[in-house]
Each structure stands twice: as C-alpha cells, then as structure tokens.
C-alpha cells in the first residue's frame, strides 16, 4: 500500500512540474508574440483610421465665398488654348496663392455684367479695372496692377484715299464729329461720356469695337496701346491697319472689391502686391507678356513721343 501511495505521490509531482513549465512557457511565448506584434501594430502609420472619413475628403479646400469676374482684355486678362491667362491674371493669380486663397474661382464673361454684380453683389472682385474719378466710390482699390495708354484708332487709308478722306484730330472735341466705337461700361465709354460726347457707338466687348472700325461700322476706336495691338493679334491682322489719331490719356488698372469687403481683406491683397514688387516677381509677369507684342511699349517715353502735342491727359 505504502509502494503504490509513494508511486502515486511521484506521478502527482511530475505531473505538476510538466503544467508548470507548460505554462510558463505559453506565458513566455504570449509575451514576445506582443512584442514582436502587437505594440509594432499600434505604431504602423499606413492603417488608415476606421471613423468613415476618408483623408481626402479632410484636404478637400473649402469653397470660398468670393468670388472674381473678368472679361477679355487682352494682355490683361484673356483665354487662351482653354485657360485664362494674362499680365493681370497671373498677378491676381499669385496673391491668391501667397493668401492660401487658391480656392477663390476667377470667371470669364461680358464687362457689363462683372462690372454691374461687382457694384451689387457682396464678396465679389473684378479685374482689370481702370481707376477713374467717375468710380472711386464704387469700389475698394487694390493696385495698381498695370498702366494703359488711351488712344483714338482710325483705320488707315491707302495713300491715294488720304487726301480727301484722312481723319484728323488735333483737339478732343474735334472728334465729336466721328463716330467712336466704345465698350459699355467701359473706362473709355466713361471718360468720353463725361466730356459731353453722345457720338458713341456701343458694343458688349473691346473686340467687337475693334472688329466694328475694321469692318467700316464706325470712324474712330477708343482704346489702350496694348490692347489694341493684342486684339489685332487675336483678329489675325496686320498691325499697321489702324493708326493713332489722337492721344487721350494714361491711366492705372486695378483690382477692384464690392465696396462692403472687409478692409482687412483690401489690406492684405495691396501687402501682397507691393511684396511681388519688391521681390521681382511682378516685373516677371509683365515682362513675359510685353515680349509677345509687337509693339514696344513699355517705356512711357517711347508712348509720349507719339502725338505728343495732342495729348489730353
């Protein structure tokens, strides 16, 4: 009895041992499996989290509650191949993105219309805008972003025509005789209106006006240096089929706010600029431009030269 019992004791005490090393050993084991796993899992950056937001839709800009409308204006502002580009574009294009202000959508449609929901809508911007005393009170100022040389265009003769059919104009009041092609709600329509001319023949675009002198429709054209000569390039014409009849005016384009924007705004967009100035950054963007037109204009001498005694401004 005392033999099996001591048999018993000894079976009883190796078993023990084996369950206690068994255990051990799991417990070892458990323990480098979350070392080797677990805690290398709670780190690892690529697992997205599972809170149904997706990271793209959290980068995602939100809409902005501007809004900025130009026109056809070339240089300044036109389309090109799709895209809208110019010395002016691409100016406003920078401050938006030194702003974080990407988000902001720029349109393309009629001046009358940009110009109009520019006065009446809060939060929307317009560009390139000329600074006349007629709207100063208009709108908030940001500029200037460029300079422009008014003219009077007349289409020019063959030299047996010139004689008897030439258009000369050595006063502006002497071209209240002529009928001016002039876009509504333009700075030129402006100007012109305010010196008592009711001779203005009216279209929705500078291009339509070009279009209108070259086409006979009316005797004079109203425009800037740069633009007339840009417009002819978009028209596929020969540069020398308008001449400048008469000097009106240099003026400075803006960019210009609903008169309700935050000051704040305003002061941030003139900061921005004058840095662009200050860095070279705008002299690049105008320089790029003026080497595509023809005409060398960017010295205001080699503008001032040009019927110099007529000038009005």
């Known amino acids: ?113 940009a110009y109009q929901a520019t006065l009446e809508e809060p939060n929307t911007i317009i560009y390139s805008l000329t600074r006349i005393r007629l709207r100063e009170s208009n709108f908030k100022w940001v500029g200037p972003i460029a300079t422009e040389y008014w003219f009077l265009y007349s289409k020019k003769l063959p030299i047996s025509e010139e004689k008897n059919d030439k258009i000369t104009v050595n006063k502006l009041q002497e071209a209240k005789k002529y009928s001016i092609g002039v876009q509504d709600q333009g700075a030129n329509y402006l100007y012109l209106k305010s010196k008592g001319f009711d001779n203005l023949v009216l279209s929705v675009s500078n291009k339509e006006s070009a279009e209108n002198l070259i086409n006979g429709k009316v005797q004079l054209w109203a425009e800037s240096e740069l633009v007339a000569a840009s417009l002819l390039l978009q028209l596929n014409e020969k540069p020398d089929i308008l001449q400048k009849t008469f000097k009106l005016r240099k003026q400075n384009l803006y960019i210009g706010f609903n008169i309700n924007t935050p000051d704040a705004l305003v002061k941030k967009f003139q900061e921005t600029l004058d840095q662009m100035k200050n860095d070279g950054t705008y002299d690049e963007i105008i320089n790029k431009y003026y080497n595509k037109i023809y005409v060398d204009t960017v010295k205001e001498s080699s503008i001032d030269d040009v019927h110099s005694k007529n000038s009005s401004s």
């Open 1 to 113: 009895m005392k033999k099996k019992l001591r048999i018993l004791l000894t079976a009883s005490l190796f078993l023990s041992f084996f369950l206690i090393n068994s255990i051990h050993a799991d417990t070892l084991n458990t323990n480098l499996n979350k070392t080797e796993y677990g805690e290398q899992k709670s780190v690892k950056p690529a697992l997205a989290p599972t809170t149904g937001a997706l990271p793209l839709e959290i980068e995602k800009p939100k809409p902005s509650k501007y809004t900025i409308m130009t026109e056809n204006f070339p240089p300044f502002n036109y389309m090109e191949k799709g895209k809208l580009v110019g010395i002016s574009t691409e100016i406003v294009q920078e401050i938006l993105k030194r702003l974080n202000m990407e988000n902001v959508p720029i349109k393309a449609m009629d001046w009358d219309k």
